[in-house]
């Protein structure tokens, strides 16, 4: 089994290749393609936004303790990171090449600072504390439908 670093690490990976397929789309005004790759995009970030919420920070809280710690600004980046994407939504939609390339710009930055706290200080915490729980936590992300 692999640990949380690589598991959650190789779904960041993956979300941002289908980050920067249809934001190049979209620079080419090449819509149909922008629309369905952000549409794949932004369904594997709910997926993995909500395989954090749903296991990962709950099993880290509970064995931490820690409610408000860490966990609790990973929520609140995921709530910015929502936004941003319902506003990229509304730009692909309307073929809105600038709205769309100036709300990717900024969620891009956000998602590279986020990613980059959850790999180096998060995730090893994670793997680290939660020992035993770890190969079933990851199983059950395993199995979450996308």
Same mark, same amino acid.
């Not at 709530?79 to 990717?104: C, H, I, P, W």
């Given at each position: 089994?692999?640990?949380i &670093? !690589?598991f959650?690490?190789a779904?960041?990976?993956?979300?941002d !290749?289908?980050f920067?397929?249809a934001e190049?789309?979209a620079?080419?005004? %090449?819509?149909?393609s922008a629309?369905?790759?952000?549409t794949r995009f932004?369904?594997a970030?709910e997926?993995?936004?909500?395989?954090?919420e749903e &296991?990962l920070?709950?099993?880290f809280e509970?064995?931490?303790?820690m409610?408000?710690?860490?966990?609790q600004?990973m929520? @609140?980046?995921?709530?910015?990171m929502?936004?941003?994407?319902t506003d990229?939504?509304?730009? &692909?939609?309307? @073929?809105?090449?600038d709205?769309?390339?100036?709300?990717s710009?900024?969620?891009n930055m956000l998602?590279q600072?986020?990613?980059?706290?959850?790999? %180096?200080?998060?995730?090893?915490m @994670?793997?680290? &504390?939660?020992? @035993?729980e770890r190969?079933?936590?990851i199983?059950t992300m395993?199995g979450m439908s996308r």
């Amino acid at each position: 089994m692999s640990t949380i &670093v !690589d598991f959650l690490g190789a779904d960041h990976r993956a979300c941002d !290749d289908l980050f920067a397929s249809a934001e190049a789309a979209a620079a080419q005004k %090449n819509w149909d393609s922008a629309r369905a790759l952000f549409t794949r995009f932004h369904d594997a970030m709910e997926h993995h936004l909500t395989m954090e919420e749903e &296991v990962l920070f709950p099993a880290f809280e509970a064995r931490t303790g820690m409610a408000a710690g860490p966990t609790q600004v990973m929520r @609140s980046e995921h709530v910015q990171m929502r936004g941003l994407m319902t506003d990229m939504a509304n730009a &692909v939609a309307a @073929s809105n090449r600038d709205g769309y390339l100036g709300l990717s710009e900024t969620l891009n930055m956000l998602m590279q600072q986020h990613n980059l706290k959850e790999e %180096n200080m998060l995730y090893p915490m @994670s793997d680290q &504390v939660l020992g @035993s729980e770890r190969d079933g936590l990851i199983r059950t992300m395993e199995g979450m439908s996308r």
